[in-house]
């Protein structure tokens, strides 16, 4: 039997009108690869412009309702590895993503970067799984069991679209005086509702920002 017969990944995409082909084939290499192993995959595009909280309600309402056991958020300007669904479902962590840079052309600033500059070197060098507080979106893997628990614990949150109640759990959100976007504020309230969040560090995606850019200059140092 395959090694990830079980698994049921729904990935969840807000693609632009002329999204990146070069992002897009990486994508879909990722998805074959995984499909070889094993999984089951559906796709679900949202047409609502780009990546946003209101594109993550129907997503997790059809992941939730067709049985999926997992949901794979992906973006359209993003390079990912062959193996980066691979990776992060066996990670078999409650919510776990890849890291990579933001789209800043001057400055070179991790998406996942909530602790100090140099907590953040130490664990790039070291590789490997690290507990975080936010994750970022463009890769974040979610389990089933998360998402129902959310939905449980943020009825406030439930909405109608036709037929079909959906939940903006990642709706920005005020704390401690901050604005939380999309993504942190999905990450603050997953954790109030129990779970752990962690990055994968040795799963090192490109972001376009005037070309696909990822770590070369810290790989450098250390080559």
């Not at 997503?59 to 997992?70: F, L, N, P, S, V």
Request: hydrophobic fraction near 40%; charge should be negative.
């Amino acid at each position: 039997m395959p090694p990830f017969s079980g698994v049921r990944l729904r990935i969840g995409m807000a693609p632009r009108s002329q999204p990146f082909d070069e992002a897009m084939d990486s994508l879909d290499i990722a998805m074959l690869t995984a499909q070889a192993a094993g999984m089951a995959i559906k796709f679900t595009k949202v047409r609502r412009g780009c990546p946003g909280f209101h594109n993550w309600g129907p997503i997790m309402a059809q992941a939730i309702a067709e049985g999926d056991t997992h949901i794979f958020l992906a973006a359209d300007d993003m390079l990912y590895p062959p193996d980066t669904i691979i990776r992060l479902v066996s990670a078999d962590k409650d919510i776990v993503s890849g890291i990579y840079r933001k789209n800043m052309v001057r400055e070179l600033q991790p998406a996942n970067l909530t602790e100090s500059w140099d907590e953040f070197l130490e664990k790039f060098n070291s590789g490997g799984l690290h507990e975080t507080k936010m994750a970022a979106g463009h890769s974040m893997t979610i389990k089933r069991h998360v998402i129902e628990k959310m939905m449980a614990d943020y009825p406030e949150l439930a909405y109608r679209v036709g037929e079909e109640t959906q939940y903006a759990l990642a709706l920005p959100m005020i704390e401690d005086g901050k604005c939380f976007q999309d993504d942190w504020a999905f990450s603050i309230r997953a954790r109030r509702s129990g779970f752990t969040i962690w990055d994968d560090y040795g799963l090192r995606l490109k972001h376009y920002c005037y070309d696909f850019l990822g770590f070369e200059g810290l790989e450098a140092q250390n080559a």
